[in-house]
């Protein structure tokens, strides 16, 4: 079965430093996997995805994420943050059957400090 | 090109009441999936539907309804409402065919009082 683990419930971080978001995947076939983020009282929004092309995913306002199989890893960075990065992150995995069902990781909330 | 639209955007309903909420996907799209969103258990997933056909459904108890009609738009009707069920509710949609990103509506939040 699918899985995907978010290694931290919250990550804070002072405005102009690097963001990681860490994520760990369980899939037993070559998986697809996406980073969505949600602002506070809104819907769902796509950063980025990985579905078996390069392994270095990048996505928008400055994110990527590398695939590491490996490691079964598909970290979230950003070089620089910015105040309006804060949100809550969502690392998923899609369901590879005849459906169409995103498994969501727990979320990580980023805080950016001025 | 117009996103997900998810209506009502606000419900209060008290326990024991039914409620209906409307999903209408990307144009063009032809799956549409429904997702939960509660502080405890996260984003689980519903069930989803394509070509108005449900493919898949989570655990969730029989109360919880779906259906798609012939233009993609999707309902999701849950009765006996319980004051668990307050959530909320996420709408995806997606292209069909292989394509593997879904968009997502702003959400309907329901209150269950």
């Known amino acids: 079965a699918q899985s995907v683990t978010q290694l931290d419930s919250h990550v804070s971080v002072s405005e102009g430093t690097p963001v990681l978001l860490r994520c760990n995947y369980s899939s037993s076939y070559s998986p697809s996997l996406f980073w969505y983020v949600q602002h506070p009282n809104k819907g769902l929004q796509l950063l980025l995805k990985?579905?078996?092309?390069?392994?270095l995913v990048k996505g928008i306002n400055g994110f990527e994420a590398e695939f590491k199989k490996s490691e079964t890893s598909f970290h979230l960075t950003k070089p620089s943050a910015h105040m309006s990065d804060a949100a809550e992150y969502f690392c998923v995995v899609t369901v590879r059957d005849s459906s169409y069902k995103l498994i969501f990781g727990s979320g990580t909330r980023l805080l950016v400090r001025p | 090109k117009a996103g997900v639209t998810q209506t009502p955007r606000y419900l209060i309903k008290t326990r024991g009441q039914q409620v209906t909420l409307s999903c209408s996907p990307i144009s063009g799209h032809r799956s549409v999936s429904w997702y939960q969103q509660t502080p405890g258990q996260g984003l689980q997933f519903l069930f989803e539907?394509?070509?108005?056909?449900?493919?898949n459904k989570g655990n969730f108890p029989g109360r919880f309804s779906g259906r798609q009609f012939s233009n993609s738009r999707s309902e999701m009707n849950v009765s006996t409402l319980e004051l668990g069920d307050s959530a909320l509710y996420l709408c995806a949609s997606t292209q069909g065919g292989g394509v593997t990103e879904a968009f997502f509506g702003q959400g309907t939040r329901l209150t269950v009082v």
């Open positions: 990985y579905t078996s092309a390069a392994t």
């Open positions: 539907y394509f070509s108005e056909t449900q493919r």
